[in-house]
């Protein structure tokens, strides 16, 4: 399959390095940090080389905001969420994610598409990594903005 991203943001070397190993589709950085310039956040493209499709679009990258958003997870922040988060919001983020990615695929693709919204899921609250990731690129989901809080960094700190 084709690079379906322009070269020049970043090269296939720092994709891999920055997942730890060889990526399985085309992504591209699509946010670092303004201070640095390093990656924050990749944008996958929905299908892998060999068609599976892949639900996540923005995969967070950063090493030290993985940790600090898996310290959140294991504490048990999103079992916390699920009573706090307005439901409404949450499913709007769901269906602009779900909308974001499938716009990238070809207007006559045929083939089975990815599913779900932030996570993979239409519902709910699956991963706090995804939905920060979302929510850093600009989108309006309510989950990203209580994690941008809860570890203390903001938007600004970014650029795209």
Not at 111 to 130: E, F, Q
Not at 131 to 151: E, K, S
């Amino acid at each position: 399959m084709a690079d379906k991203y322009p070269a020049g943001r970043a090269s296939v070397q720092e994709i891999a390095d920055l997942l730890g190993r060889e990526p399985q589709g085309d992504a591209r950085v699509v946010l670092r940090y303004r201070s640095n310039g390093c990656a924050v956040v990749l944008e996958n493209y929905p299908l892998f080389y060999d068609g599976t499709p892949m639900p996540t679009l923005y995969w967070l990258v950063d090493r030290e905001l993985i940790r600090r958003v898996s310290r959140l997870e294991s504490e048990g922040t999103i079992k916390l969420m699920r009573g706090t988060v307005d439901q409404d919001s949450l499913a709007a983020s769901h269906r602009a994610y779900e909308a974001a990615r499938d716009s990238l695929l070809p207007p006559d693709y045929s083939g089975v598409r990815p599913h779900g919204g932030v996570g993979g899921t239409n519902r709910g609250i699956k991963c706090l990594h995804a939905h920060l990731a979302w929510y850093l690129m600009g989108w309006d989901d309510p989950v990203g903005n209580i994690v941008t809080d809860m570890i203390d960094i903001s938007r600004d700190e970014f650029v795209k």
